[in-house]
C-alpha cells in the first residue's frame, strides 16, 4: 500500500502538484477576468436575480431550474474539501494556504463562468431525452482558431470523458466516504465496514432516479447542510472571540513569507503554501476543472450566458465564504498548531535515525528542510523493539509533519472475543528506510498534528457547544460529502454517456456504488492522492480548451447583452451599457 501511495505521489507531483499546474489554473482565470473585464464583480447582482427566476420564460429548454442546477452543482463541490481539505491545506502551508485558497475562488468565478457559459451553448440531448452538455460537448462541437486554423478539439473531449469518470471516484466518490467513514468511526465508533455499507444503499437508490431525482434531493439538502455547518463554525469563532484579529492577520501577513514554526507546527514556506493552497482551492470550487458545467448543462434556459453567470455564485459560496469561515474556526481555536491523541496513520509516519528536539533551533531547521523536501533527515532502518507497548529504540517518529509524542503500540483485539479490546504490545516491528511495517494486528497511537476531518472535528469542540461541536462536523461532513458524491454519480454517467451512450449509464452506476462502499475502509493518504491526479487529468483539457476558444466566448456574452438590452431595456433592468460590455 505505502509503495502504491509513493507512485500516485510521484505522478501527482508531476501533474496536480507542480508549480506549472497552479499557473495554468490561476493564469487561466486570472487571464479571462481581465479579458472580461471583471465579470466576476460586474454580474454578480444580475446572477443573484437570474437564480431566482426572474428572467425565466415558459418552453426553456432542459431539465433542472437555475436554482436546481445551481444546488445540484454546490453539492458536488460543497463537500470534503470545505471541511476536511481546508483543514489539510492549512496543516500543509499553514495560515498562508487560506489566502491561496480565497484568491483562487476569485479568479475561478470567472473560470465557471467561462466553462459553464461554454458548455450551456454546446449542450445536447441524448438518446433518453435528457440533456447532456460539458466540456467534451464543446470540445466536440465547437470550432477553436488556432493560428488562423480552424481545428476540432474532439480528442481532448475524450480525454476530458474518460478523465472525468476517473474523476468521478478520485474526487466525488472515494474521498468523500473515506471522510465520512472515518469521521463517524471517531465520533460514535461506527466500525467503516457499516457505514460504507448503508451509505451505499442509499446513494443507489437516490442515483438510480437520474437528474431529476438528484436535484429534488440536493436543492433541500444543500441549504440545510450550509445552516448548520455556518451555527457550529460560528460558535467557535465567537468563542474564541479573542483570537479573530489574529486568525485574520496570520492568513495575510505571511502570504509572501511563509509561516514561521509554532507550536507542533514546524513551519513552512511560500511556495509549498503557495501550491497547496491553489490546490485546495481547486479540490473545494472545482473551478476549472470541468465538472459543474456537467450540471448546469441540465439547466432551462433559452441562452447559455445567463447559466454561466449563475456559476459565478459557486466559487463564492464555496469557498469565499465556507473555506473561509472553516479556515478561521481552525485558526481562532488554535487547534492547527495543537498535537492531538490519535491513532497513527503509517503513510503519515517516519522514523528517523537521530533524536529531534523541536525547542532546538537547529533541529527545527533540520525537520523544516526534509518536510520542505529541501534537504533529507536520515531515516532508520532496522528493528524497532517494544516492551509493553513502549518503544525502547533512542530515535524520533515524525507523524503528520510533527515530532510524535506519547507513542505507544497496541495489539488489535481478539477478533473472537466481543468483549476484548487492545492490549500493549512487546516484541519487534520492522523498518525501512523510516516505513514501519505494522501488519494488520499492530497499531500505534500517540499525540502528533492531525489534519483533514478529524482536525476540524477538534475545532469544533472548542466552542459554546463543547464535545457536542464534534457531532456537527460529523453530521456536517455527511450530508456535504454525500450530496457531493451524488452529484459526482451525475457528471460520471454523463461522461459514459459521451463514451458509450446510454447503455453504459446503469453498469457505471454499479461499479460506482460498489466503489464508494470499498473507499470507505480504505487508506486516506491515498485516496486524497488519487483525487489529485483525477483534478488534474479534468482540468488539463478544459483549461486548453477554454483558452482556445476565447473569442467565442467574447462574443456570445456581447449578443447576450445586445439581446438582453433589447428585450428588457424598456422595463429598468439594470444592465451594463454598451461602454461596459465585453
Partial sequence: MQQLNDLLALIDSYIGGSDWFVYLLLGTGLFFTIYLKFPQIRFFGHALQIVRGKFDKDGDEGDTSHFQALATALSGTVGTGNIAGVALAIHLGGPAAL????????????????????????????????????????????KATVFGKRINLKWMAILFAIATVLSSFGTGNMPQINSISHSMYATFGIDHMITGAVLSVV???????G?????????????????IYLIGALAVIFYNAENILPSLSAIFVD?????????GFLGAGFSFAFNRGVNRGLFSNEAGQGSAPIAHASAKAHEPVSEGMVAILEPFIDTIIICTITGLTLLSSGVWQEKLDNKFQNTDLEVLTYVYDE???????????????????PMFSGQLNVVEGKITNTLTLLHARSIAEDVRVLKAADATDPTATETPYSGSLTVTNGKVDTGSDISIYGKSL????????????????????????????????????????????????????????????????AGFFFASFADTTIIWTLAGIAIALMTIPNLLGIILLRKDMKNT?????????????????????????V
Fill in 450 to 513: 492531525v489534519h483533514s476531518a478529524p482536525l476540524t472535528a477538534e475545532a469544533f469542540t472548542r466552542s459554546f457547544f463543547g464535545e457536542y461541536g464534534q457531532y456537527i462536523i460529523s453530521i456536517g461532513l455527511l450530508l456535504f460529502a454525500f450530496s457531493t458524491a451524488i452529484s459526482w454519480s451525475y457528471y460520471g454517467d454523463r461522461a459514459m454517456t459521451f463514451l458509450l451512450g446510454s447503455k453504459s449509464v446503469i453498469p457505471y452506476r454499479v461499479v460506482y456504488v
Fill in 557 to 581: 456574452v456581447n449578443q447576450y447583452w445586445k439581446d438582453f438590452n433589447d428585450e428588457w431595456g424598456d422595463k429598468k433592468e439594470i444592465a451594463p451599457k454598451k461602454s461596459e460590455t
Fill in 255 to 263: 502570504v509572501f513569507t511563509g509561516t514561521a514554526a509554532v507550536g
Fill in 203 to 209: 446513494l443507489g437508490f437516490v442515483i438510480i432516479g
Fill in 359 to 377: 525547542n532546538n533551533q537547529e533541529d527545527k531547521d533540520a525537520l523544516y528542510s526534509h518536510l520542505s523536501g529541501k534537504e533529507n533527515v
Fill in 99 to 142: 489566502f491561496w485558497m480565497i484568491m483562487t475562488a476569485f479568479l475561478g468565478m470567472t473560470t465557471k463562468f467561462v466553462e459553464v457559459t461554454l458548455s450551456h451553448k454546446y449542450r445536447e440531448k441524448s438518446e433518453d431525452g435528457t440533456m447532456a452538455g460539458g466540456p467534451m460537448y464543446y470540445m466536440k462541437n465547437a
Fill in 211 to 227: 437528474i431529476h431525482r438528484i436535484a429534488k434531493v440536493t436543492e433541500k439538502l444543500v441549504p440545510g447542510m450550509a445552516l
